[in-house]
Protein backbone atom coordinates (compact mmCIF):
# COMPACT_ATOMS: atom_id res chain seq x y z
CA UNK A 1 0.00 0.00 0.00
CA UNK A 2 2.87 2.32 1.13
CA UNK A 3 4.66 1.59 -2.10
CA UNK A 4 1.79 2.50 -4.18
CA UNK A 5 0.79 5.61 -2.39
CA UNK A 6 4.67 6.38 -2.80
CA UNK A 7 4.62 5.97 -6.57
CA UNK A 8 1.49 8.00 -7.22
CA UNK A 9 3.34 11.09 -4.86
CA UNK A 10 6.39 10.41 -7.70
CA UNK A 11 4.08 10.70 -10.60
CA UNK A 12 2.25 13.50 -9.21
CA UNK A 13 5.62 15.57 -8.85
CA UNK A 14 6.79 15.05 -12.00
CA UNK A 15 3.46 16.30 -13.52
CA UNK A 16 3.49 19.18 -11.42
CA UNK A 17 7.15 20.03 -11.85
CA UNK A 18 6.36 19.92 -15.58
CA UNK A 19 3.82 21.43 -15.69
CA UNK A 20 4.18 24.58 -13.56
CA UNK A 21 7.64 25.02 -14.62
CA UNK A 22 5.95 25.67 -18.24
CA UNK A 23 3.04 27.79 -16.41
CA UNK A 24 6.05 29.96 -14.67
CA UNK A 25 7.40 30.92 -17.56
CA UNK A 26 4.43 32.28 -19.51
CA UNK A 27 3.32 33.90 -16.12
CA UNK A 28 6.82 35.21 -16.38
CA UNK A 29 6.24 36.15 -19.91
CA UNK A 30 2.66 37.74 -19.49
CA UNK A 31 4.21 39.84 -16.52
CA UNK A 32 7.24 41.43 -18.49
CA UNK A 33 4.63 42.07 -21.35
CA UNK A 34 1.65 43.24 -19.23
CA UNK A 35 3.80 45.83 -17.41
CA UNK A 36 5.53 47.26 -20.81
CA UNK A 37 1.79 47.49 -22.33
CA UNK A 38 0.27 49.27 -18.85
CA UNK A 39 3.64 51.69 -18.71
CA UNK A 40 3.27 52.64 -21.98
CA UNK A 41 -0.66 53.01 -22.54
CA UNK A 42 -1.02 54.86 -19.28
CA UNK A 43 1.61 57.40 -20.68
CA UNK A 44 0.14 57.82 -24.16
CA UNK A 45 -3.51 58.58 -25.31
CA UNK A 46 -4.41 56.54 -27.51
CA UNK A 47 -6.54 57.92 -30.86
CA UNK A 48 -9.94 56.18 -31.25
CA UNK A 49 -8.42 54.60 -34.21
CA UNK A 50 -5.82 53.11 -31.87
CA UNK A 51 -8.23 52.02 -29.38
CA UNK A 52 -10.21 50.49 -32.23
CA UNK A 53 -6.97 48.64 -33.50
CA UNK A 54 -5.80 47.30 -29.66
CA UNK A 55 -9.74 45.66 -29.24
CA UNK A 56 -9.22 44.01 -32.78
CA UNK A 57 -5.52 42.81 -32.40
CA UNK A 58 -6.50 41.60 -29.22
CA UNK A 59 -9.74 39.61 -29.99
CA UNK A 60 -7.38 38.27 -33.35
CA UNK A 61 -4.36 37.18 -31.37
CA UNK A 62 -6.59 35.12 -28.60
CA UNK A 63 -8.69 33.21 -30.84
CA UNK A 64 -5.11 32.14 -33.02
CA UNK A 65 -3.04 32.57 -30.46
CA UNK A 66 -5.14 31.70 -27.19
CA UNK A 67 -7.56 29.24 -28.69
CA UNK A 68 -6.37 27.54 -31.47
CA UNK A 69 -2.81 27.82 -30.51
CA UNK A 70 -2.76 27.09 -26.83
CA UNK A 71 -6.17 25.26 -25.90
CA UNK A 72 -6.17 23.09 -28.98
CA UNK A 73 -2.46 22.21 -29.37
CA UNK A 74 -0.03 23.59 -27.24
CA UNK A 75 -1.79 23.21 -23.69
CA UNK A 76 -3.18 19.48 -24.06
CA UNK A 77 0.30 18.44 -25.08
CA UNK A 78 1.77 19.62 -22.32
CA UNK A 79 -0.45 18.00 -19.77
CA UNK A 80 -0.03 14.28 -22.74
CA UNK A 81 3.89 14.74 -22.17
CA UNK A 82 3.85 15.28 -18.31
CA UNK A 83 1.32 12.56 -17.52
CA UNK A 84 3.30 10.35 -20.34
CA UNK A 85 7.17 11.45 -18.43
CA UNK A 86 5.12 10.35 -15.15
CA UNK A 87 4.61 7.30 -16.16
CA UNK A 88 8.34 6.69 -18.51
CA UNK A 89 10.43 8.40 -16.07
CA UNK A 90 14.45 9.29 -17.00
CA UNK A 91 16.49 11.14 -14.25
CA UNK A 92 17.31 13.55 -17.16
CA UNK A 93 14.18 13.72 -18.64
CA UNK A 94 12.13 14.58 -14.92
CA UNK A 95 15.31 17.01 -14.62
CA UNK A 96 14.28 18.72 -17.86
CA UNK A 97 10.81 18.50 -17.28
CA UNK A 98 9.74 22.00 -18.22
CA UNK A 99 11.25 21.61 -21.66
CA UNK A 100 10.34 17.95 -22.01
CA UNK A 101 6.75 18.87 -21.88
CA UNK A 102 7.10 21.96 -24.29
CA UNK A 103 8.48 19.38 -26.47
CA UNK A 104 11.73 20.89 -27.33
CA UNK A 105 13.52 17.71 -26.62
CA UNK A 106 12.84 14.16 -26.89
CA UNK A 107 10.26 14.23 -29.16
CA UNK A 108 9.07 13.24 -32.98
CA UNK A 109 11.25 14.98 -35.50
CA UNK A 110 8.19 16.53 -37.30
CA UNK A 111 7.11 18.15 -33.40
CA UNK A 112 10.48 18.92 -32.85
CA UNK A 113 11.24 21.13 -36.00
CA UNK A 114 7.72 22.77 -35.49
CA UNK A 115 8.32 23.91 -31.94
CA UNK A 116 11.74 25.46 -32.88
CA UNK A 117 10.70 27.29 -36.01
CA UNK A 118 7.80 28.36 -33.70
CA UNK A 119 10.74 29.64 -30.79
CA UNK A 120 12.35 30.91 -33.71
CA UNK A 121 9.17 32.93 -35.29
CA UNK A 122 8.68 34.51 -31.43
CA UNK A 123 11.85 35.72 -31.29
CA UNK A 124 11.85 37.27 -34.57
CA UNK A 125 8.57 39.00 -33.48
CA UNK A 126 9.65 40.45 -30.13
CA UNK A 127 12.66 41.91 -31.91
CA UNK A 128 9.95 43.22 -34.33
CA UNK A 129 7.99 44.79 -31.50
CA UNK A 130 10.77 46.29 -29.88
CA UNK A 131 11.20 48.45 -33.13
CA UNK A 132 7.55 49.70 -33.32
CA UNK A 133 6.82 53.21 -31.49
CA UNK A 134 5.79 53.22 -27.82
CA UNK A 135 1.67 52.96 -28.51
CA UNK A 136 1.82 50.24 -31.19
CA UNK A 137 4.35 48.50 -29.29
CA UNK A 138 1.73 48.86 -26.06
CA UNK A 139 -1.07 47.58 -28.58
CA UNK A 140 0.86 44.23 -29.24
CA UNK A 141 2.27 43.42 -25.87
CA UNK A 142 -1.23 44.16 -24.25
CA UNK A 143 -2.63 41.48 -27.23
CA UNK A 144 0.01 38.92 -26.80
CA UNK A 145 -0.35 39.34 -22.99
CA UNK A 146 -4.14 38.01 -22.97
CA UNK A 147 -3.26 35.20 -25.41
CA UNK A 148 -0.85 34.04 -22.95
CA UNK A 149 -2.94 34.59 -20.04
CA UNK A 150 -5.88 33.08 -22.08
CA UNK A 151 -3.34 29.75 -22.96
CA UNK A 152 -1.88 29.77 -19.24
CA UNK A 153 -5.65 29.02 -17.97
CA UNK A 154 -6.33 26.34 -20.27
CA UNK A 155 -2.92 24.73 -19.22
CA UNK A 156 -4.40 24.34 -15.90
CA UNK A 157 -7.82 23.38 -16.55
CA UNK A 158 -6.28 20.59 -18.50
CA UNK A 159 -3.60 20.00 -15.81
CA UNK A 160 -6.98 19.64 -13.59
CA UNK A 161 -8.68 17.16 -15.70
CA UNK A 162 -5.87 15.38 -15.94
CA UNK A 163 -5.27 14.70 -12.51
CA UNK A 164 -9.05 13.45 -12.11
CA UNK A 165 -8.68 10.69 -14.35
CA UNK A 166 -9.38 12.40 -18.07
CA UNK A 167 -6.28 12.81 -20.15
CA UNK A 168 -6.16 15.14 -22.75
CA UNK A 169 -7.03 13.14 -26.21
CA UNK A 170 -3.58 14.37 -27.83
CA UNK A 171 -0.51 12.22 -28.61
CA UNK A 172 2.57 13.22 -26.60
CA UNK A 173 4.41 12.94 -29.86
CA UNK A 174 7.29 10.72 -28.18
CA UNK A 175 9.81 9.26 -30.32
CA UNK A 176 9.04 5.68 -29.02
CA UNK A 177 5.17 5.89 -29.91
CA UNK A 178 6.00 6.67 -33.14
CA UNK A 179 8.10 4.05 -33.36
CA UNK A 180 5.21 1.57 -32.35
CA UNK A 181 3.01 3.16 -34.71
CA UNK A 182 5.40 2.85 -37.51
CA UNK A 183 5.88 -0.90 -36.43
CA UNK A 184 2.03 -1.62 -35.88
CA UNK A 185 1.38 0.22 -39.23
CA UNK A 186 3.95 -2.40 -40.92
CA UNK A 187 2.59 -5.31 -39.67
CA UNK A 188 -0.72 -4.20 -40.91
CA UNK A 189 0.86 -3.74 -44.33
CA UNK A 190 2.65 -7.13 -44.42
CA UNK A 191 -0.71 -9.14 -43.55
CA UNK A 192 -2.48 -7.29 -46.18
CA UNK A 193 0.23 -8.28 -48.32
CA UNK A 194 0.59 -11.53 -47.66
CA UNK A 195 -3.39 -12.12 -47.82
CA UNK A 196 -3.78 -10.45 -51.09
CA UNK A 197 -5.98 -7.22 -50.37
CA UNK A 198 -5.49 -3.47 -50.02
CA UNK A 199 -3.71 -2.53 -47.02
CA UNK A 200 -6.45 -0.08 -45.83
CA UNK A 201 -9.23 -2.51 -46.43
Known sequence: ???????QRRRLAVVLWGVLGVVAVLIEAIYRLGATAVRILT??????????LLAAWTVVIAYFEGYRGFQQRFSPRVIARALHLAEHRRPLHVALAPLYCMALFHTTRR???ATWVLIAGIVALILLVR???PPYR?????????????????????LARGLAGRPPAIA????????????REDQIARQAAQAGRPCDS
Not at 43 to 52: A, K, M, N
Not at 172 to 183: F, H, K, N, T
Open 111 to 113: RLI
Open 172 to 183: ADVPEEALRAGS
Open 43 to 52: THDLTTGQLI
Open 131 to 133: QMS
Open 1 to 7: MSSSVGE
Open 138 to 158: AIVDAGVAFALAWGTASILVY
